[in-house]
């Protein structure tokens, strides 16, 4: 975390805590702990996309699933809904405008996947 505008030196951690922030798609840090599921190690989750106004993030796996969890992720290998169709690696997934759909971009499928979102 950098100082901005300027790029002064990084930020203490206690200061970006509660940092309102407009979007997350990193994989490793607080907010996506319990994104991990059992057997997983650090490599298997190659992508994540936090969307506010469903309060949930997307995960993109080394194994084809796409999964929704509940905003903060933060329980050990939280429950999630899953969803499978592409035949390797998942290596993107975004949110559209509107959350009403979330695009998914295969490895070595090359596809692009568009999964309808529906609020239960």
């Known amino acids: 975390f950098w100082a901005m505008p ?13 940092v309102p922030w ?31 106004p469903l309060g949930v993030v997307a995960a993109a796996d080394d194994y084809g ?9 933060v329980r050990e290998h939280a429950d999630a809904q899953e969803v499978a169709g592409h035949s390797s ?6 949110f559209a405008a509107g959350a009403g759909a979330l695009l998914s971009a295969g490895g070595a499928d090359a596809c692009i996947m568009q999964w309808r979102v529906i609020r239960r």
């Open 6 to 18: 300027g790029g002064g030196p990084p930020l203490p951690a206690a200061r970006c805590r509660d």
């Open 22 to 52: 407009a979007s997350f798609t990193c994989h490793v840090g607080w907010p996506v702990r319990g994104i991990w599921q059992a057997g997983m190690d650090g490599t298997d989750v190659n992508d994540v996309c936090w969307c506010a």
């Open 65 to 73: 699933k796409v999964r929704l969890l509940r905003w903060p992720c």
């Open 89 to 94: 690696h998942v290596t993107r997934v975004r």
